[in-house]
């Protein structure tokens, strides 16, 4: 029994020592997956990457030149490539590692060095890309391409010294001046950026600011300061929504950046209210969005553009309530703040035709057409305005009844019974004064006859009469008038109401 119970032992041991065995064999192919490609793998790779990148398709070229790199960690060459292409890619600041990597395999690789030495320059660090020139002309003194990259780092530097002495005294025009040759030289490097931003800002031209404070966001790894700067910007130019995106930008580096936090907050509640007033003037619900043009005003006293905004929107939304006095007081107001705003004075004409001025809303229409001949939407609002002179100067259907343009049925029949009895011809004795009650009257029931009726309203309201003979197509056809009189039968005039 001993010797049967010893033999089991010595196979379950072989077992065990046989499955372990095999276990590290598969252990040794995957590790050699992980730690290192073979030599023909890696070749794959990087004829891949050449291949691709020959193609323009850098993302793939790319994928493969990280998969050389890991296959062999060693090889200079392969640094060099894949630095190649995050240039091609535009990330610079990638490149410059696996630059440096490959020179620190090979100090005497030339090429990598004048490449770092270029990225250096553009990033405005004169004094690490003069080491690098002057190693490369060390090697290769005769390297032309070596002599101009030293000499621009030269001009570089007295450049940089010449735009902040004149920026130190207040010379900000010159300071822009030598600066655009600066950026030249180093288009990477976000201090000359910011520097020209600050002086564009001292000039009073915020909008050339942006533009080079945008990149400038991108150029350093944490750039907070130009964030908030560009949503400030922005901010006093009345671009709330690109001032918002801005300092949220701010905010994802640091949650807690008090300044930027602050900021936001100011101009999250203003954004909001501005959106909030269009919202409701696209539901067309005026009165609502005139109270939050008011608190716009009470949030951001200080900043023009915002009150010269919340100013045009009561103005629009008055005229759409039909409140003509006071929407020419407050559109007045919006255009001496705004002389070209070409909505207000749109709003402001409209305003005056509803006030019967027909003269007033044609030269508001006329000068905003001034600011720009192109806009189809004043160009027929100043034809209706000048439709609506000339029909004033015949026949003016408002103005014969006493009632406004925006006065309602009930309105318009109260004001023709009161005048139809004052203007009835059976009330005047002498054949002169008959006459002229009778044309008076007549014009009142011509009056009373188109402004109750919604189509023929609609029309003269677009400048067209439609009872005057020029706008009738066809021919024929007696007129019917109202409450059974004809002022064209001569002889007795018979009157009465109906009730309705």
């Known amino acids: 029994i001993n010797v049967i119970m010893v033999s089991g032992r010595r196979r379950g041991l072989s077992s065990v020592l046989s499955s372990l065995s095999l276990l590290c064999v598969v252990l040794d192919l995957q590790l050699d997956g992980v730690l290192g490609a073979t030599p023909v793998e890696i070749e794959h790779h990087l004829e891949m990457g050449r291949k691709l990148l020959a193609a323009g398709q850098l993302a793939e070229a790319l994928s493969h030149y990280h998969s050389a790199v890991e296959g062999d960690s060693k090889n200079y060459l392969t640094y060099y490539k894949r630095a190649a292409v995050f240039l091609a890619m535009g990330k610079s600041k990638s490149a410059l590692p696996d630059l440096s990597q490959a020179i620190q395999l090979k100090p005497d690789f030339l090429a990598a060095r004048l490449q770092r030495g ?160 269009e919202e409701l003037i696209l539901e067309q619900r005026y009165q609502e969005a005139i109270e939050k043009c008011e608190s716009v005003m009470r949030t951001e006293p200080n900043v023009a553009c915002y009150t010269n905004k919340a100013k045009e929107r009561i103005c629009f939304c008055l005229v759409k309530m039909k409140s003509a006095e006071e929407a020419v007081d407050i559109c007045s107001e919006a255009h001496q703040r705004e002389p070209q705003n070409i909505h207000i004075l749109r709003d402001r004409a409209e305003a005056y035709i509803l006030q019967q001025e027909y003269e007033k809303a044609v030269e508001d229409y006329q000068e905003a057409r001034e600011f720009d001949q192109e806009n189809q939407e004043l160009r027929e609002g100043l034809e209706r305005a000048q439709k609506l002179l000339k029909q004033s100067r015949k026949r003016d259907y408002y103005k014969i009844l006493g009632v406004s343009r925006s006065a309602n049925k009930q309105e318009i029949i109260k004001a023709y019974r009161k005048l139809a009895q004052q203007w009835h011809p059976d009330n005047f004795q002498s054949e002169a004064d008959k006459k002229e009650a009778e044309k008076k009257f007549i014009d009142i029931a011509s009056a009373k006859e188109v402004l109750t009726n919604p189509e023929m309203r609609q029309k003269f309201d677009s400048g067209d009469d439609p009872l005057d003979p020029e706008n009738q197509q066809g021919g024929g056809g007696g007129r019917e008038w109202p409450f059974g009189f004809n002022p064209f039968e001569g002889g007795n005039f018979h009157f009465k109401f109906h009730q309705h």
């Open 118 to 277: 270029n990225i250096l320059l553009k990033q405005g660090n004169t004094e690490e890309a003069r080491e690098d020139f002057l190693a490369v002309l060390n090697r290769s003194p005769d390297h032309e391409e070596a002599h101009d990259q030293l000499h621009k780092a030269d001009d570089l530097d007295l450049l940089q010294e010449e735009a902040h002495e004149a920026h130190h005294r207040g010379d900000y025009f010159t300071a822009v001046q030598v600066l655009e040759k600066v950026i030249e030289l180093s288009p990477w490097d976000p201090e000359s950026r910011e520097l020209r931003a600050e002086c564009y800002i001292r000039l009073g031209d915020p909008r050339k600011a942006i533009m080079d404070l945008t990149p400038a966001t991108r150029l350093r790894a944490d750039n907070r300061a130009a964030f908030l700067k560009l949503s400030q910007l922005h901010y006093s130019l009345g671009n709330h929504h690109d001032s918002l995106s801005q300092v949220r930008e701010c905010l994802k580096l640091d949650q807690d950046d008090k300044e930027c936090f602050v900021h936001y907050k100011q101009v999250k509640k203003l954004s909001k209210q501005l959106d909030s007033a």
